[in-house]
């Protein structure tokens, strides 16, 4: 069954509002079902494809749609995001908010992850998100960056700047409203959507840090996390981070668990809990899209052998075989000769 995500119906009705009086706000928000005078809730949700959907319409209305992840920022308030935004602006330090919203994003949203990579002299802060890469979903992906930004400008630091931003989608005609909004270097075309922070500004106390209050909301969160985990979403995460690995090789657990912000511990137990296995997953990925791919004429048997995590044909051949009985080869051979029935 194909997995249909969701994000808090809050990032919609902040990118309608942020829009301005260049579109009808409650129109906008009646096409993605969401009552006009309804509250922020971060509860309420919708499907990404609509809200992506609703993005592009939005962009197309503006004289400068390029602008609109980079207004969405500012609008956006730690209270909005309930718990979790309080649980931000609760944590000690910088450092502790990214940490936070990287561990427990997923009552947000059930197709994005974070991931804190460390470098020399401080950290990139990345997004991880599923699915196309469609106009909707970058510019999705920059707001999300703006509004990373924009919450430490209002909780820590009020002169924030980033060390970097990266954005893996194309620069726009101009760069300069990016440039002027981060107050760093903006880079477009990059392998992955991320904000550089340095350890100076990690470093930096939140203004309303409460130890108390902190230690309360973690636990809070944790029991949500747990709950949220129901069904098959611990598989489709997990399938999904899979996915974007195997281009880099086989697939560790310990990475797919940093991806999903957990403990390789956890993710063990939570796939044993619906009776899965790491390896099995990683199979079932590998197969699905080693199928996929070879219904696509464009690319090569070795290209789909790389993609799917293999660095030689010959193994990538047994294993397909193993998985399907058939050959690559003879695989897309049957799919070509149904095509011209």
Not at 27 to 52: F, T
Not at 297 to 311: D, I, K, N, P, R
Request: with cysteine; proline share 4%.
């Amino acid at each position: 069954m194909r997995h249909v995500g969701f994000v808090t119906a809050i990032f919609a009705r902040r990118m309608i509002q942020a829009a301005g009086e260049e579109i009808d706000p409650r129109e906008a928000l009646r096409s993605i079902g969401l009552d006009p005078d309804g509250p922020m809730d971060v509860n309420e949700r919708v499907g990404a494809e609509a809200y992506y959907d609703l993005l592009e319409r939005i962009a197309r209305q503006m004289e400068r749609g390029h602008v609109l992840p980079l207004r969405v920022g500012p609008l956006m308030r730690p209270d909005d995001y309930g718990a979790l935004g309080l649980a931000w602006k609760s944590a000690p330090t910088v450092r502790d908010s990214l940490e936070r919203v990287a561990r427990f994003c997923r009552v947000w949203t059930d197709n994005m992850t974070y991931e804190i990579q460390e470098q020399d002299g401080g950290i990139d802060f990345v997004l991880h998100r599923f699915g196309e890469r469609r106009l909707g979903m970058r510019l999705s992906n920059e707001a999300t960056v703006s509004s990373a930004a924009s919450l430490v400008r209002q909780t820590a630091a009020t002169g924030f700047r980033p060390r970097a931003v990266y954005l893996q989608h194309k620069a726009p005609e101009t760069t300069r409203d990016h440039e002027r909004y981060f107050g760093c270097p903006v880079h477009f075309g990059a392998d992955k959507d991320a904000i550089s922070l340095s350890d100076e500004a990690l470093a930096h106390p939140n203004h309303l840090a409460d130890d108390g209050i902190s230690t309360f909301l973690v636990s809070h969160l944790e029991q949500e996390i747990e709950s949220a985990d129901d069904g098959g979403s611990i598989e489709s995460l997990t399938r999904r981070a899979i996915s974007k690995a195997l281009s880099d090789g086989m697939p560790r657990m310990a990475t797919v668990a940093k991806r999903l912000a957990m403990s390789e511990r956890t993710l063990q137990r939570r796939l044993a809990d619906q009776d899965l296995t790491f390896k099995q997953l990683v199979e079932a990925t590998q197969a699905d899209l080693a199928k996929n791919l070879l219904r696509q004429s464009a690319y090569a048997l070795s290209e789909v052998a790389f993609l799917t995590g293999f660095s030689e044909q010959s193994a990538f051949n047994r294993a397909f075989k193993r998985w399907t009985g058939s050959t690559p080869m003879r695989f897309r051979a049957e799919v070509e000769e149904r095509a011209k029935r």
